[in-house]
T-cell receptor, first 112, second 113 residues
Framework: GQNIDQPTEMTATEGAIVQINCTYQ??????LFWYQQHAGEAPTFLSY????GLEEKGRFSSFLSRSKGYSYLLLKELQMKDSASYLC?????????????FGTGTKLQVIP | GAVVSQHPSRVICKSGTSVKIECRSL??????MFWYRQFPKKSLMLMAT?????????EQGVEKDKFLINHASLTLSTLTVTSAHPEDSSFYIC?????????FGPGTRLTVL
């Protein structure tokens, strides 16, 4: 099975930087996704990390450490529209087919 | 990015009726599609993996006779909620993978009265 842990809620100020952590335990790890989900909408893809290290994509960066079972999503220059839930999801191929399991999500509130 | 569509986006039905939800990959072929269910303020729960040309793989606790999945072509998977009840009311989302990323459809909000 899989165990994915991320904080339930976070609050940050407009223009600031926020880091959302995700820890996981899985047997057949083959990548970690980050998604953004606004209320009432489907998730939108942000990043996919397979190898250790930091991947930067504009204001968003994602980091992965496979040995530590740890990832974080870094959001810079926060904007009000960044208020959303951020879902960490782990891909596991151990069952003979690709399976992605989602964490419970971190609800980020950006305040002025 | 790749586009996945779902239809309908919103449906209200009476208890006991069946509802079909379509998931299409618009600009790529998907041999595998995934169906998720999301309860209010909860994360996504994988219901089943839809495989083109073969039977779907259901997650533990998901009734295959209640949630019928048909993956008829490389661009279309359907989820039919049979004999729907109010407890089936939820947000149903499909996804498909391409280019190493997973893309979601916009979701279908089902309300069973």
């Amino acid at each position: 099975g899989q165990n994915i842990d991320q904080p339930t809620e976070m609050t940050a100020t407009e223009g600031a930087i926020v880091q959302i952590n995700c820890t996981y335990q899985t047997s057949g790890f083959n990548g970690l996704f980050w998604y953004q989900q606004h209320a009432g909408e489907a998730p939108t893809f942000l990043s996919y990390n397979v190898l250790d290290g930091l991947e930067e994509k504009g204001r968003f960066s994602s980091f992965l450490s496979r040995s530590k079972g740890y990832s974080y999503l870094l959001l810079k220059e926060l904007q009000m529209k960044d208020s959303a839930s951020y879902l960490c999801a782990v891909r596991d191929d151990s069952g003979g087919y690709q399976k992605v399991t989602f964490g419970t999500g971190t609800k980020l509130q950006v305040i002025p | 990015g790749a586009v996945v569509s779902q239809h309908p986006s919103r449906v209200i039905c009476k208890s006991g009726t069946s509802v079909k939800i379509e998931c299409r990959s618009l600009d790529f072929q998907a041999t595998t599609m995934f169906w998720y269910r999301q309860f209010p303020k909860k994360s996504l729960m994988l219901m089943a993996t839809s495989n083109e040309g073969s039977k779907a793989t259901y997650e533990q606790g998901v009734e295959k006779d209640k949630f019928l999945i048909n993956h008829a072509s490389l661009t279309l998977s359907t989820l039919t909620v049979t004999s729907a009840h109010p407890e089936d009311s939820s947000f149903y989302i499909c996804s498909a993978n391409t280019g190493g990323a997973k893309f979601f459809g916009p979701g279908t909000r089902l309300t069973v009265l």
